[in-house]
């Protein structure tokens, strides 16, 4: 079957979420920026592995990085089309330059998006899809379909069952009513983080009590940098700075490293889906 390879299903929903956003929500994302998204991931991506003889070029080997691009294009707001080649050719180096193990440690369109805050003016809109309820649920059914495939449902159900659970507290706490619960939970941004981003099983634990620990603790120090420090783009910033503990979570919960079988007439190959 031609989706059996989930990168294809999630190339052809973060292209979906793309057209919708000029569709419905008007954003101000310009086609160039998008196609330097796209060129920038694709060529950093060829010139690696022309670099290194250890990883064999083929055609699979782009699809990683246009849905890194696409995941770029969706999240990341620049001035300068510099700025979003800048994150694409950072987003795709990081997976050869910090690796361990050959296990990439930081999510390559997060990492992209760290280095362009960082280093320029661009900026993340967190709430560029508002809360619309039609919207979750299209993100919690299309999501589902990859991170089904992909079988990390327990990522993602850690990282929104604490992530709730905290805000829950927070809002008995404050005496809110349990509507402004819903609105910060009801975000299409979050929803998109927790089911294409924190699932990438490239860089994520291996094991299954590895991966819920750490998306756990993903999700305090998102809803710590979110409501104490008042920082709209916690969840990227959590996710970069926890990173590494992925490291330490394969050391003590070891388990077998990801792979996918794209069909019985081909060999098991390594599985990237990156946001």
Known sequence: ???????????????????????????????????????????????????R?????????????????????????????????????????SKSVFQVGGKHVFN???????VALLLTGAWVSPGQWGEEGWYVVLFLATGGLVVGKVGRWDTTLAFLGMYAGLEAVRNVWLGWTW????????????LM???????DPRSIPNARTGRIIWAGAIALLTFILRNYF??????????????????LL??????DRFVWKQNSQTQDSQLEVSV
């Open 1 to 51: 079957m031609a989706f059996q390879d989930a990168r294809l299903v999630q190339i052809l929903f973060l292209s979906t979420f793309l057209f919708l956003g000029f569709w419905t929500r008007d954003w101000t994302l310009r086609s160039q920026v998008i196609g330097v998204a796209i060129a920038a991931c694709l060529l950093t991506q060829f010139a690696v592995q022309r670099y």
């Open 53 to 93: 003889e250890d990883q064999p070029f083929t055609p699979q080997s782009f699809l990683s990085p246009l849905i890194t691009s696409l995941g770029l294009s969706l999240l990341l707001r620049v001035d300068h089309c510099s700025t979003m080649a800048l994150a694409g050719g950072a987003a795709i180096l």
């Open 108 to 114: 390559p369109a997060n990492f992209g998006i760290v």
């Open 179 to 190: 509507d402004v619960w819903a609105h910060r939970l009801m975000s299409g941004s979050l």
């Open 193 to 199: 983080f927790a089911l294409f981003m924190v699932t």
């Open 230 to 247: 008042f920082i709209p783009t916690a969840v990227f910033w959590a996710l970069f700075a926890l990173a590494p503990l992925t490291i």
């Open 250 to 255: 394969d050391r003590l919960f070891p388990d």
